[in-house]
């Protein structure tokens, strides 16, 4: 049949890539307009003891005696909004008797800014929701700490309410960039609605950059380009004082994106969901991170990462052949696996259709045993790695 007679395939996908796009933009615009601001939930006291690691007890007692911020109070329930946890830090960190409590839980003097990369090429894994709901958490129990999404597909900066498609974002890519118009990280840092948690949003843009590094090293700016893998080290030195813990969510895919990102890292986290087809997946994928970084560590680049550890997300407990690919990995890298696993749930992945995170979503709005079920794994999780964090720091 005459091919002009049929819709050239090349067309065909691309009108239809365009159609899907559309369609998907009325219904943000419908869902989530673009001048919306996301705003949070305040926090019921179970919540707030548990963050900042106080009893229920000792927080009425502050109440009733007038001290820390003051709260709202609804049918006899507390509820703190992020900025009172803040707050409530501040005076229990002045207030304390022990020195060997921490309620505001910043670096201080010789403690460097930890880097904290969530890897996995795999589509599927978690790795987004795992980057984001790492940032809040950190967040809430009173760290600074700046997310940094570096996946152009953008979904990490979705989730914390900016839309790239619909705007002029620029992403880390005006940092990174080889050329006379590179910019400042704090050109490109953006608040989001949780204190003491700052993103730089994704943009397509920064899949340039996979073409950029090979032609700075082989153009005029060889030295700069061979150099590549120090472009986030350096950009994040302009802010450091700033922030305890940055967090990147990086592509799936093991490009100059990614590398670079690892050698800017104290630690790695490597997203696995329990199935066989995943984890041959992430043995390949594991193989050539292996190589790559060993040939830039041979060429004279300083390997930072302190830890690592695979993280098992989308765990159901009672699916056997899960819990036997649990148990294999187990077997063999129990020092370097999380005790912590992230449960499968449907209140993470329907707070996710909302653009929202379980820290952001109302318990009200779902099932109350399945979202407390989900939010005791992934504070669990957290928790884990914040203490991970305060051990390289040199904190017990």
Known sequence: MNQSVLTRFDHEIAQQGARISSALNVLRMQQYPPDARKGLRKFQIAEVADLIGVTQSHLRQLHTDGKGPE????????????????????????????????YVPHRRAGEGTQVISVVNFKGGSGKTTTAAHLAQYLALTGHRVLAIDLDPQAS??????????????????????FDEDRKPITDVIQRTNIPGLDVVPASLLLQE?????PLAISGKKGDEGRQFHLRIV???????????????????QLGYLTVTALMASTGIL??????????????????MLGGIMTSVADAGAEIKVKWFRYLVTR?????????????FM????????????VLKSTAISDASIRKQTLYEVERSDFVRSTFDRAMESLNAVNGEVARLIHATWGRK
């Not at 509820?79 to 960190?93: K, P, T, V």
């Not at 990490?156 to 960039?177: H, K, N, V």
């Open 330 to 341: 187990q077997s063999m890298f129990a020092q370097n696996m999380l005790q912590n696993h």
């Open 156 to 177: 990490l900066t979705s989730l914390f309410g900016i839309q790239p498609e619909l705007d002029d974002t620029e992403s880390l890519y005006e940092a990174l960039r």
């Open 270 to 287: 490597i997203t696995i969901h329990p199935q066989m087809l995943d984890i041959m997946s992430m043995s390949q994928f594991l193989q």
């Open 71 to 102: 709260v709202e109070v609804n049918a006899g329930r507390r509820y703190y909004s992020a900025e009172q946890m803040l707050d409530l830090r501040e005076f229990l960190e002045a207030n304390k008797k022990s020195d060997k409590r921490i």
């Open 315 to 327: 765990y159901e407990p009672t699916d056997i052949p899960q819990a036997q690919m649990v148990g």
């Open 209 to 213: 950059y996979e073409y950029d590094v």
């Open 234 to 252: 350096n950009a994040l030195k302009q802010v450091d004082p700033n922030y305890d813990v940055v967090v990147i969510d990086c592509p799936p």
